[in-house]
């Protein structure tokens, strides 16, 4: 059974038209990249799965239950939404953020119990940032922020974690650190939907692709089948190389061109 589709999915805002006809369907564990131009729809499609808009026409199912009809803290618990970074307004410890994945799971006034700090602990584990566990959650980098998060919805207890770019605004360290520690969970069976701009972190870390255009799904299978140099011209209109790497990677080398005018031929 998949764990989320969408079945004749449309949406608009206003009379505008934004997603049309949209047909998917998510298998449990793995990374799936959406892929696709600005304002292409790829973040709609992802509130809509996470049950913050409502489609037009057309059903959205979580294990095989429309989630209109799933009871919104049941649901809450099972799919994590993961902001990218931000800053608390209060300088909670590391541990302190990742217990609060543990409130829905007690009444207002219960204080945690040593089973939610073994959760939160076992969580930062997974991540292989336990050792930030008493650290202000202000006071560390904008990609161990993103780990914390991440801990959050894993001590909550979810299963499927949705991303919209979680790599904005993080450096190439933290970028890579990040993906490599969605990569592992994703492994361990967890299953990650997230966009992405650059499709070399899709060739890098997704099991899955799925190229979307102006609303629709143009190409949906694997790296090697979807990010191709037409591909990645008819998203973009910029010309590149996909490269193989000796080491068996791919990744994808715009064609520069500069000749002598400075004219680049990278655009057509
Ligand atoms: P993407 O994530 O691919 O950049 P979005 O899903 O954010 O695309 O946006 C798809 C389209 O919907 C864009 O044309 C955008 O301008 C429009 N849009 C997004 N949010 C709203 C809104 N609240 N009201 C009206 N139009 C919106």
Same mark, same amino acid.
């Given at each position: 059974?998949?764990?989320?589709?969408?079945?004749?999915?449309?949406?608009?805002?206003?009379?505008?038209?934004?997603?049309?006809?949209?047909?998917?369907?998510?298998?449990?564990?793995?990374?799936?990249?959406?892929?696709?131009?600005?304002?292409?729809?790829?973040?709609?499609?992802?509130?809509?799965?996470?049950?913050?808009?409502?489609?037009?026409?057309? /059903?959205?199912?979580? =294990?095989?239950?429309?989630?209109?009809?799933?009871?919104?803290?049941?649901?809450?618990?099972?799919?994590?939404?993961?902001?990218?970074?931000?800053?608390?307004?209060?300088?909670?410890?590391?541990?302190?953020?990742?217990?609060?994945?543990?409130?829905?799971?007690?009444?207002?006034?219960?204080?945690?119990?040593?089973?939610?700090?073994?959760?939160?602990?076992?969580?930062?584990?997974?991540?292989? *940032?336990?050792?930030?566990?008493?650290?202000?959650?202000?006071? *560390?980098?904008?990609?161990?922020?993103?780990?914390?998060?991440?801990?959050?919805?894993?001590?909550?207890?979810?299963?499927?974690?949705?991303? =919209?770019?979680?790599?904005?605004?993080?450096?190439?360290?933290?970028?890579?650190?990040?993906?490599?520690?969605?990569?592992?969970?994703?492994?361990?069976?967890?299953?990650?939907?997230?966009?992405?701009?650059?499709?070399?972190?899709?060739?890098?870390?997704?099991?899955?692709? *799925?190229?979307?255009?102006?609303?629709?799904? *143009?190409?949906?299978?694997?790296?090697?089948?979807?990010?191709?140099?037409?591909?990645?011209?008819?998203?973009?209109?910029?010309?590149?190389?996909?490269?193989?790497?000796?080491?068996?990677?791919?990744?994808?080398?715009?064609?520069?061109?500069?000749?002598?005018?400075?004219?680049?031929? /990278?655009?057509?």
């Amino acid at each position: 059974m998949k764990v989320i589709a969408l079945e004749q999915v449309h949406f608009s805002y206003q009379r505008k038209d934004i997603l049309k006809d949209i047909n998917l369907g998510f298998e449990r564990g793995g990374v799936v990249s959406l892929l696709g131009p600005n304002g292409s729809g790829k973040t709609t499609l992802l509130k809509i799965m996470l049950g913050l808009l409502q489609p037009k026409s057309g /059903l959205v199912s979580f =294990d095989g239950r429309p989630i209109k009809s799933i009871p919104r803290p049941v649901f809450a618990r099972q799919i994590a939404y993961v902001p990218q970074v931000h800053r608390e307004a209060f300088a909670y410890t590391v541990e302190e953020v990742v217990l609060m994945g543990r409130a829905p799971y007690h009444s207002f006034f219960s204080a945690y119990s040593s089973k939610d700090h073994d959760i939160a602990a076992d969580s930062l584990a997974r991540l292989d *940032i336990l050792h930030l566990k008493d650290r202000p959650y202000t006071e *560390i980098s904008g990609g161990e922020r993103q780990l914390v998060l991440i801990a959050r919805s894993l001590a909550q207890g979810a299963s499927v974690f949705i991303m =919209d770019e979680p790599v904005n605004g993080l450096d190439y360290g933290n970028q890579m650190r990040l993906l490599d520690g969605i990569r592992r969970l994703a492994a361990e069976g967890l299953t990650f939907i997230m966009t992405t701009h650059f499709p070399d972190h899709a060739l890098m870390t997704a099991d899955r692709v *799925i190229l979307f255009k102006d609303g629709t799904v *143009i190409n949906d299978g694997s790296p090697a089948q979807t990010i191709t140099q037409e591909s990645i011209f008819e998203l973009y209109r910029i010309n590149v190389n996909v490269v193989s790497m000796s080491c068996g990677s791919r990744v994808c080398m715009p064609i520069w061109a500069t000749g002598t005018t400075g004219a680049s031929t /990278l655009a057509p």
